[in-house]
């Protein structure tokens, strides 16, 4: 070939190079596409609690900008939907219309319960009653904060197990019991009639009800966790309607749960004691923020207490019996002011709390579910190798 055939043949080979990259770029696509599309909706699943955190820590953020300019809160919200933002969402736009309509802030969040979690929505409407709502928003943006938590201990740990370990362990056990097995029996079948399957081997790969009852009631406890995970305050309203308290009392006594709810309690009766309000209201309201029926009648207990004449540090051991509480409160009540204060170390010590405890939850039963992923993932290949051995030994001494 000299140097002037050059030309021509890049010239033949043009068409079908140019044929080869499109066809190549149409199967990355092809491929990528769904890929690209489950990715996105695992990110859009995964920080769910986030998106909805940040919704409430901006409306929060517009309602005390709006008052520190001397605007009502009622004010503050119908001037911004006035603006037509669509980043507010439609549920803010619905809450200015509830508004515009003569309700207050309170009774407008009661008609759109899905755009702030419940319990900010009970702190704003505690900071109505004492008429300074601006004064519960530390303890707002204290809650807020636990969407980190549970993201972390979701994206890390939960829910990569139970959408990817779990399933696999049934498709695998499916596919070995109907392509694999029966391909074994018919080796069995020409080797010698008659023979059975080891005993292990029947075991592992038994089709009895009990044991699909077990798998199955596994799988449903993880995915179960999975939909409260995603659920959000949704969920919650339709398993309070089913079942009044029911939730709330499995809440209170989650380790991590009680810790918050704890801290929730406490930094809103610091900051009602601070507003001089009397300590028997500042219990019952503290205790109706929470939003839990199980706290709400623990506040109950403290203010039938606190009407027999017990100090507050005395009657909050119904509440919460821990010492390092009752001796902070106590030093604020000498004083007479500065709860908050006084109270601020030991809601940090409650948050961390929550935080350790929340991810070594997510860490032990991700741990729990690699073991049992590798018990079975063990059990199928010693029944598997146990048949190939048989079926190696009936060869050779046939």
């Known amino acids: 070939m000299s140097v002037n055939d050059v030309p021509l043949l890049l010239a033949a080979l043009l068409p079908d190079l140019g044929a080869g990259i499109m066809t190549l770029l149409a199967y990355l696509v092809i491929g990528l596409a769904p890929a690209v599309g489950i990715a996105y909706a695992i990110y859009v699943l995964l920080t769910l609690p986030l998106r909805r955190n ?23 919200i119908a001037s911004a939907s006035a603006s037509r933002d669509r980043s507010l969402g439609v549920r803010f736009h619905w809450l200015a219309a509830h508004i515009e309509q003569g309700l207050r802030l309170s009774e407008a969040l009661e008609r759109v319960p899905r755009l702030l979690p419940p319990q900010v929505c009970a702190m704003l409407r505690i900071g109505e009653r004492i008429g300074e709502v601006q004064k519960v928003f530390p303890a707002c943006r204290w809650l807020l ?16 197990a139970v959408f990817a370990i779990t399933p696999g362990l049934f498709i695998i056990l499916f596919w070995l019991k109907k392509a ?21 081997t029947r075991l592992i790969f038994n089709d009895s009800p009990a044991l699909l009852a077990i798998q199955l009631g596994v799988l449903a406890i993880l995915w179960g966790v999975t939909l409260a995970y995603l659920g959000g305050p949704r969920l919650h309203g339709w398993i309070h309607r089913l079942a009044p308290g029911l939730q709330d009392g ?7 749960r009680n810790h918050r709810l704890r801290r929730d309690f406490s930094a809103m009766l610091a900051l009602l004691l601070d507003a001089g309000a009397p300590e028997a209201e500042a219990v019952r309201l503290a205790a109706e923020s929470t939003a839990n029926q199980t706290f709400i009648r623990r506040g109950q207990r403290v203010c039938a207490r606190l009407q027999q004449g017990v100090s507050l540090p005395e009657a909050l051991r ?3 019996n821990t010492p390092e ?5 106590a030093h604020a009540l000498r004083r007479g002011a500065g709860f908050v204060r006084a109270l601020g170390g030991w809601h940090e010590a409650l948050d961390a709390r929550a935080f350790q405890w929340e991810q070594a939850a997510a860490q032990v039963l991700t741990t729990g579910l690699v073991l049992v ?3 079975v993932v063990g059990g199928f290949a010693i029944g598997i ?14």
């Open 318 to 320: 119904a509440m919460d």
């Open 385 to 398: 190798f146990l048949v190939i051995v048989q079926i190696i030994n009936t060869g050779c001494l046939w």
């Open 180 to 200: 694999l097995l029966p391909q074994f029996m018919a080796i069995y079948a020409s080797l010698e009639e008659g023979m059975s399957l080891p005993a292990f």
């Open 145 to 160: 904060r636990d969407s980190v938590s549970q993201v972390r201990g979701a994206l890390n740990y939960l829910l990569l």
């Open 250 to 256: 499995f809440l209170a006594r989650l380790p991590w």
């Open 54 to 76: 940040e919704r409430a820590r901006m409306f929060l953020n517009l309602l005390e900008l709006g008052i520190k300019e001397g605007q009502a809160p009622e004010a503050v």
């Open 325 to 329: 509480l009752h001796w902070r409160l």
């Open 373 to 375: 992923s590798g018990l």
